[in-house]
C-alpha cells in the first residue's frame, strides 16, 4: 500500500463503487445481495435518502429462512444483516440507496470517516456527540472494544476480518491477551484508535459490517438470538419467536441523534418465517403479506403470473453473488485434484439456470460478474458454462484420479429451488461414479452446521453474496487463516499457498486502486477455478417483490444488504 | 392347542349385542363345525367389495414391483436420474423435457415420460413407481416391526401383571402420548441428520429403514394395548388354568396357548396399519423426516410438486391418486378381513 498520508474520502470510496459496479454482504445462506441496476428512486440528487410516505403502520416481511442468529455478534446470513444493518450501526455503514449508490461507505455512529495514517496502519476517527442505545444508555467509545471482542469470542463467521487486521486481536482470540492491544477507546473525548497488522485496503467496509455495530459494554458473551440486545440503530427487534417470527419496531431514541444519511424507520415490520417459496409468493401477490424475501426464488409457477399481474410491484435485480457446491479439499475423495476437476466438468450449468425458474446466469468462476477481478474467457478446468458437459471426459478424470466409486454425502437445504440443486448435483456424482446420497438439513440451521469442522462436510450447497465492494470479501471463503472450528465459512477447508501469497498482496491493495489489482484477482481467480476448489455454477439475479400496500418505488434494494426496510412507507 | 373364540374381544374392540345376521346367516347355511379361518374364508369370498378393493391393492403392489421391468425396457431411465436439459419428441416435435423457465413437461402418454417429468426432469412415472416400491416396502417392515413388538409387550403385559405390566404400559402410554406424526417427525428428524448407532443395529440416514423402524415404533401401543387387554382376560380362562396345572412354563403356555387366540386380532391389525403406514410414510415424507431424497416416495413427490401446482398439477396428482387408491383398496379389504374373522368385534385404531 501507498505510503502517502490520505484521509479516506466519500468521493473516493464513491468512485471505487462506480467501478466496481455494485456489491452486498455476503455469507452462508446468502448475505445480502448485491444490485447491479437497481432503481434509483429512493435516493436525492444529493445522495440523502427521499422522504416518503408517512410515518406510521405496519407490514408483513416474510423470510424464506430464519436468520442464523439475530445477535450482531454471531449473524453471517443474509436473513441476519438484513435487520441488523439498520438495528445495530457501526462506526460506518452504506448509504441507503438503490444501485452503485448504496456501496459507498458513511459515516453512522463515527462523525466523519477516518483519519488514515501515511503507512495505511492506523485508522483514528471520533464518536458523535449523544449517542444513545435503544435501552437509553449513552454509547462510549469503550463499546466499540467490547463490540468487537464480543463478536470475536462468540466466533462470528467472519471474525478473521478482525484477528486477520487488527493488532492485537489474534493474541485475543487465541486468549494470550485479555483485550485487543491495536484498538485504543478514550470515553472522555470519544476518539478511537485502531490499529492494523498490516494496511488492508478494505478495511472500512470491516468497519461497517453489522458485527461491528454497537452493542453495550457488559453485553453477555453468549448468544442472545431470542431477546437481542439494544442496538444504535433505526429499529430494534423484539419479540423473537425462534424460527418463527420476529418484529422490527422503530427505536423512538433515533430520531434525536439525528446522523445523517440514515432515515429514521417509518413502519414497524413483523417478520415471519416461510420455508414454502410457493406460500411466500402467493401471500405477496394476493396482498395477504408484503414484502417477498429477496433472496428466495420465485418458483417457475409464480414468476410468469408475478410478472404479468404484478409488474408495477415486481422486478428483477442482478446480485453479486456468486453459487457454488464446496468441496472440502482435506479429505477422500476431494482432496484430489482430479476428483474435483471431474466434478466441476461433469456440471450441466444450463440445467441449475432451468432449476433456478431461469434467474440464474451460468457461469464457472468464483468472483461474480460486477465484481472487480471477474476473469474473462473460457473456464480452465469446467469448460463452457453454457454448453452441454462432456460427461465421457468427466469420467475418465474421475477413474484416472482413483476416485471411482468412493462413498459421497451431498449437504443441502431443503428450500426451493437449492432442495433441487441438491437433487441434480446429487444425480451427477452418481453419474460421474460417485456413490452419493444426499443430507438436507433445516435451513436455519444448514449453516451453522456445515460451518461446524465436527461435521466435516464433504460437499454440499453454498452461497456468497458481497458484504463489500471488494474481492477479498469473497477470498474470504479460500484463506486458510478463516477456517476456524464453528461458523466456518471456507467450507472446502482450502490452504493453498499460492492463494495465501496473492492475499498478501492483494489485500493491501486500497479501495481506490482497486481497478489496477484487476487483472491479478482475475488471475488468482483463473487459479482457482482450474484447481477446482468449488464447482461454481453461476450467479443470481434477486425479486423486489412487495404488496400494492407498500410504496413500491421509493422502496429500497440494497446492493449490499438486500430489502431497505427504512426506505418502507405504507398509505403515502 | 385350544381356540377360544369367545376370549376375543376385549380393550381396543367394541362389541355389538345380539347374534348378528353374519354370523345367523352362517349357521343357517350349516357352517357350524367348520374352523374358524375356514369360515373366515367362506365369509370373505361373499364380500364382493371387500375383494374388488383387495384386487386393486394386489394390483398397486404388483405395478410398484415390476418398476425396474418399467424403468429398463420402457422409459429408459432410472428414478433419480435427472434430464433437465434433455429433449424428448411430442407430436413429432423435439420438446425440452424442462423449459428454461423451469417448467417441467406433462404427460406424454409415451413410453418416455409418460406422466410427464419433475422439475429435475425425472421421469414421473418411474418415480412414482418406485416410489410406491419404496411406501410399501416401508409400510411392510414397519408393519412387522409394530406386530412383533406389540404381540411380545401386549402379551407379556398382560399374562404377567405386575411390575411387568406397570413398565410395559408406561412404555406404551409414552409413546402413545405424543401424536403419531410429531413423533415421527421428531424422530425422523433426528436419525436422518445423524443415523442411529446402537452398537449392533446401526441405520444410516438416508436408509429406507429409518422412517420403517420409526413408524414401526409409533404403532406398537395401538396394537399392543389391545392385544394386553386381551391378554388379561384371557389368563383367567379355564384352559390356561389347566395349562398351568399341567406345569406348563409360562413361555409355553404363552406360545401354545395365549398367541393362537390373539391371532385373528392381529390378523385383522396387519391390514390397518399397513394403510396408516403408507400414510404416516406419506404425511413424514412431506414433511422432510421420511424417505430422503432423492429416494422417491409418494409423499416426497407430493412435496416435490406443491411448487409448480399451477403449471404442473400432475406432479401432486398423480402420486395422490396412487396413495388414495392403494389406502383406499387396504382399508376396504381389511375391514372385508375383520367381518370375516369377527363380525361381531369393531377393531379399529384410535388416535
Known amino acids: 500500500m501507498s505510503a502517502r498520508p490520505h484521509v479516506l474520502t466519500a468521493a473516493a470510496v464513491a468512485a471505487a463503487g462506480l467501478t466496481l459496479g455494485l456489491t452486498a454482504c455476503g455469507s452462508g445462506s446468502s448475505s445480502s445481495t448485491s444490485t447491479a441496476a437497481g432503481t434509483t428512486a429512493g435516493t436525492t440528487s444529493s445522495g440523502t435518502p427521499a422522504a416518503t410516505g408517512k410515518p406510521g403502520g405496519s407490514v408483513t416481511a416474510l423470510f424464506g429462512t430464519a436468520p442464523d442468529y439475530l445477535d450482531p455478534g454471531e449473524a453471517y446470513t443474509t436473513q441476519g444483516a438484513e435487520p441488523h444493518w439498520i438495528t445495530y450501526t457501526g462506526l460506518y455503514t452504506y448509504a441507503h440507496a438503490d444501485g452503485t449508490a448504496g456501496t459507498q461507505v458513511i459515516p453512522g455512529l463515527a462523525d466523519a470517516l477516518p483519519k488514515i495514517s501515511s503507512d495505511g496502519k492506523t485508522y483514528t476517527m471520533t464518536l458523535r456527540k449523544g449517542l444513545v442505545f435503544s435501552d437509553g444508555t449513552p454509547v462510549k467509545a469503550k463499546d466499540f472494544t467490547s463490540t468487537i471482542e464480543r463478536s470475536i469470542r462468540l466466533n462470528w463467521g467472519g471474525k478473521s476480518f478482525f484477528t486477520g487486521n487488527i493488532k492485537g486481536a489474534d493474541a485475543f482470540d487465541k486468549k494470550q491477551s485479555k483485550t485487543i492491544s491495536g484498538i485504543k477507546a478514550d470515553d472522555a473525548t470519544g476518539r478511537i484508535t485502531i490499529t492494523l497488522k498490516q494496511p488492508y485496503g478494505a478495511f472500512l467496509n470491516v468497519l461497517a459490517f453489522p458485527a461491528a455495530g454497537l452493542v453495550p459494554s457488559g453485553t453477555a458473551v453468549k448468544n442472545l438470538s431470542n431477546d437481542p440486545p439494544p442496538g444504535v440503530g433505526p429499529y430494534m427487534i423484539k419479540d423473537v419467536v425462534p424460527n418463527r417470527s420476529f418484529t422490527a419496531v422503530p427505536n423512538p431514541q433515533w430520531a434525536k441523534m439525528n446522523i445523517p444519511g440514515i432515515p429514521a424507520a417509518k413502519v414497524t415490520v413483523n417478520v415471519k418465517i416461510v420455508s414454502n417459496t410457493q406460500l411466500e409468493a402467493e401471500q405477496v401477490l394476493n396482498n395477504s403479506a408484503d414484502v417477498f424475501d429477496n433472496f428466495d426464488t420465485l418458483p417457475p409457477s409464480l414468476l410468469a403470473q408475478a410478472k404479468n399481474q404484478a409488474s408495477d410491484r415486481f422486478s428483477q435485480v442482478p446480485a453479486v453473488s456468486t453459487y457454488y457446491f464446496f468441496m472440502n479439499t482435506q479429505t477422500k475423495p476431494f482432496n484430489n485434484q482430479m476428483a474435483r476437476q471431474a466434478v466441476d466438468m461433469a456440471i450441466d450449468r444450463r440445467a441449475i439456470s432451468r432449476l433456478s425458474s431461469g434467474t440464474l446466469q451460468p457461469g464457472c468462476f468464483f468472483l461474480p460478474p460486477g465484481m472487480q477481478g471477474h476473469p474473462d474467457g473460457p473456464c480452465p478446468s469446467a469448460g463452457d458454462p453454457n454448453a452441454k458437459p462432456d460427461l465421457a471426459k468427466a469420467r475418465a478424470l474421475l477413474k484416472k484420479s482413483g476416485e471411482f466409486g468412493a462413498k459421497v454425502t451431498v449437504w443441502g437445504q431443503n428450500r426451493s429451488p437449492r432442495k433441487e440443486y441438491i437433487d441434480y448435483y446429487t444425480s451427477v456424482l452418481n453419474q460421474l461414479g460417485f456413490k452419493a446420497t444426499t443430507k438436507l438439513i433445516a435451513d436455519a440451521a444448514y449453516f451453522p452446521t456445515i460451518g461446524n469442522l465436527k461435521s466435516d462436510p464433504q460437499t454440499g450447497f453454498a452461497d456468497w453474496n458481497q458484504d463489500f465492494p471488494n474481492p477479498s470479501d469473497f477470498y474470504l471463503l479460500l484463506d486458510k487463516n478463516s477456517i476456524q472450528q464453528t461458523n466456518n465459512q471456507n467450507f472446502s477447508q482450502v490452504k493453498d499457498p499460492h492463494i495465501q501469497s496473492e492475499l498478501a498482496y492483494l489485500n493491501k491493495v486500497p479501495a481506490a486502486d482497486l481497478a489496477k489489482a484487476a487483472p491479478r484477482w482475475a488471475a488468482l481467480d483463473k487459479y482457482v477455478e482450474q484447481k477446482a476448489y468449488f464447482a461454481n455454477y453461476g450467479y443470481l439475479v434477486i425479486p423486489k417483490f412487495m404488496s400494492t400496500k407498500i410504496d413500491y418505488k421509493s422502496a429500497i434494494v440494497s446492493p449490499v444488504y438486500g430489502n431497505d426496510w427504512t426506505s418502507w412507507s405504507v398509505g403515502g | ?351
Open chain 2, 1 to 351: 392347542m385350544s381356540a377360544n373364540p369367545a376370549a376375543r374381544g376385549a380393550a381396543g374392540t367394541e362389541f355389538t349385542a345380539g347374534i348378528p345376521s353374519a354370523l345367523q346367516a352362517d349357521a343357517d347355511a350349516g357352517t357350524a363345525g367348520i374352523g374358524p379361518y375356514r369360515l373366515a374364508w367362506l365369509r370373505l369370498k361373499r364380500n364382493r367389495v371387500a375383494l374388488v378393493f383387495g384386487a386393486i391393492f394386489v394390483l398397486m403392489v404388483v405395478l410398484c414391483l415390476l418398476a425396474p421391468v418399467y424403468a429398463h425396457h420402457i422409459a429408459h431411465t432410472g428414478p433419480t436420474e435427472n434430464h433437465i436439459t434433455d429433449q424428448v419428441k411430442v407430436g413429432g416435435k423435439l420438446t425440452d423435457v424442462v423449459s428454461t423457465d423451469g417448467i417441467p413437461i406433462g404427460p406424454t402418454w409415451h413410453g418416455r415420460f409418460f406422466l410427464g417429468a419433475d422439475a429435475n426432469g425425472r421421469d414421473v412415472a418411474v418415480r412414482l413407481l418406485y416410489g410406491g416400491r419404496n411406501s410399501l416396502e416401508v409400510a411392510g417392515v414397519a408393519t412387522l416391526i409394530t406386530m412383533i413388538l406389540a404381540t411380545l409387550m401386549g402379551a407379556a403385559a398382560g399374562y404377567f401383571r405386575g411390575f411387568t405390566d406397570a413398565v410395559l404400559a408406561r412404555v406404551l402410554d409414552l409413546i402413545w402420548a405424543y401424536p403419531a406424526v410429531l413423533l415421527g417427525v421428531a424422530l425422523g428428524v433426528t436419525i436422518a441428520v445423524g443415523g442411529l448407532n446402537l452398537g449392533l443395529f446401526q441405520l444410516h440416514g438416508n436408509s429406507l429403514m429409518v422412517p420403517a423402524v420409526i413408524i414401526g415404533v409409533v404403532y406398537v401401543p395401538y396394537v399392543a394395548k389391545p392385544l394386553r387387554g386381551q391378554t388379561l382376560s384371557l389368563r383367567e380362562k379355564e384352559f390356561i388354568d389347566a395349562a398351568r396345572a399341567q406345569g406348563l412354563s409360562h413361555a409355553r403356555i404363552l406360545v401354545s396357548e395365549v398367541l393362537p387366540n390373539l391371532l385373528s386380532t392381529i390378523i385383522v391389525f396387519v391390514p390397518l396399519i399397513v394403510a396408516n403406514a403408507i400414510l404416516l410414510e406419506a404425511a413424514l415424507s412431506y414433511l422432510g423426516a421420511g424417505v430422503q431424497d432423492p429416494n422417491p416416495s409418494w409423499g416426497t413427490m407430493i412435496s416435490d410438486g406443491i411448487r409448480l401446482i399451477p403449471s404442473a398439477i400432475h406432479l401432486t396428482f398423480v402420486p395422490g391418486g396412487m396413495l388414495v387408491l392403494t389406502i383406499l383398496g387396504i382399508n376396504v379389504f381389511g375391514d372385508g378381513v375383520r367381518d370375516a374373522l369377527d363380525p361381531r368385534a369393531t377393531v379399529h385404531l384410535e388416535h
